[in-house]
């Protein structure tokens, strides 16, 4: 058999008759088929199939035609490709749906789990003070949260009023960490505690995910206002409080640490004692707050086991990141209480790369070497005895942040030396271990 010529097509023939549907017309040709040859106007069958329809001949007019094909499915092709997408689009959106909701359901579980949690150690406390509110009495209290007084990573905290008249600050725990350990940790621990040093816990909340504490207001802020001050963004620096006050204030700090240390039935560790957890009364009387990461164990127990660091950097004992510089015990809080001393000091942050002097960056360092050369210390002094105030704040919080833990006094030693003469004080070694040693995770900045 010859091959037919390239311009050859085969094409079937459908004979539609007066008043025959063409649909009809073609379901009768595919039963019985016949065709024939032609090499005739073959290119209007390429316009036929771009359509996906059917290409005749005519063999009256001796001519393609163009008989539209019954789709199955009664869309055209430009239908069919945008049902499609919007399938596949559909499907996207399908399983992000179905992800969102099964994370959604894990964290719901977990807040349960949470919620639980909290209820029961509140079911064991409820015998003890503080008082429980809800949500809506929060809301009086605080007058729908009118007055913000302050906002941190925890959340906020809110002026309020209790119906006596009595002013109290109420934190909100917006972003709860620990599984609610902190909140747990915030009531166990002031709530069972009364120190003069020590803010007292008056109330709490717990509803649903809404949780609250309620402090006793303290008018003057915390002490980190005081001794971060500038005065027109100059060099000089404003000191708002006299050294006299910061003396009394280091020994009240020093007191309520001595009390949390040895004076509770459970030692209670802090773990974040800085300036900003430092409160002021009217009378600039301190308060230690914010126990959300404290510890607590028995007296007997002088080695504290704990899975991660905790704290402010800047503030945080060596031991605390690398067990090479000693066991974890309450001597970290003596570090941290060292580390406040020297802001108290320099009115300024312990490393502060915006001063001027290279070898005033690390402050410690600083005064160490000043004190150890018998020079000034650069520091404004207003009164007599000033200097000598400076000086005594400056040796105790140098014995305070000594890198080896049982170097460090405890609390009891250092408000022996704070409220003794200056001359019976000894300088301290250099608290930091050498200069090959990489400080920069541990003394840094917040």
């Given amino acids: 058999m010859e091959r037919l010529p390239s311009s050859c097509r085969k094409s079937q023939t459908i004979e539609i008759s007066d008043g025959m549907d063409s649909e009809d017309a073609i379901t009768r040709a595919l039963r019985k088929p016949r065709f024939v040859l032609g090499w005739k106007a073959i290119n209007g069958c390429r316009d036929c199939e771009k359509l996906m329809d059917y290409c005749g001949f005519n063999v009256t007019t001796n001519s393609t035609i163009c008989v539209k094909q019954k789709h199955t499915d009664g869309l055209s092709p430009l239908s069919r490709i945008l049902v499609s997408v919007g399938t596949s689009i559909g499907g996207t959106i399908f399983f992000a749906l179905l992800i969102v909701l099964i994370y959604r359901s894990r964290k719901s579980e977990k807040e349960r789990e949470v919620q639980l949690k909290v209820e029961k150690f509140l079911d064991d406390y409820k015998t003890l003070n503080p008082t429980r509110y809800s949500f809506r009495e929060l809301k009086k209290i605080t007058s729908n949260f009118k007055h913000r007084l302050g906002q941190g990573g925890y959340g906020s905290v809110f002026r309020g009023k209790f119906l006596n008249g009595i002013p109290v ?186 001063v001027e002097n290279e070898s005033q960056i690390y402050f410690p360092e600083w005064i160490y070497n000043k004190l150890s050369q018998v020079k000034e210390l650069c520091l404004e002094f207003e009164e007599d005895g000033d200097e000598e105030i400076a000086k005594k704040l400056a040796i105790v919080a140098l014995w305070c942040i000594q890198w080896n833990p049982s170097e460090r006094p405890s609390m009891p030693m250092v408000i022996q030396m704070l409220e003794g003469d200056l001359q019976s004080l000894e300088m301290p070694p250099m608290p930091v271990v050498s200069s090959d040693v990489d400080l920069s995770a541990i003394i840094c900045c917040n």
């Fill in 169 to 354: 600050a109420v934190k909100m725990l917006e972003l709860l960490k620990g599984n609610g350990q902190e909140f747990i940790n915030e009531v166990a621990t002031i709530g069972r505690i009364h120190h003069f040093n020590i803010v007292r816990l008056l109330g709490f909340c717990s509803e649903g995910n809404r949780r609250a504490l309620i402090y006793e207001f303290m008018p003057n802020g915390s002490l980190d206002k005081f001794i971060f001050t500038k005065v027109n963004n100059s060099s000089s620096t404003h000191r708002p409080l006299s050294w006299e006050k910061l003396r009394k204030i280091a020994i009240g700090v020093a007191r309520g640490i001595e009390y949390l240390h040895q004076g509770c039935n459970l030692r209670i560790l802090h773990f974040d004692i800085k300036p900003h957890n430092i409160l002021l009364d009217h009378n600039f009387q301190p308060k230690i707050s914010d126990f959300g990461l404290a510890k607590l164990c028995s007296k007997e127990q002088s080695i504290v086991s704990l899975t991660a660091a905790r704290g402010t950097a800047g503030y945080i004992a060596p031991e605390l990141y690398s067990r090479n510089f000693g066991e974890v015990s309450y001597k970290s809080d003596v570090y941290s209480y060292g580390m406040m001393l020297l802001e108290m000091v320099g009115c300024r942050k312990n490393t502060d790369p915006e």
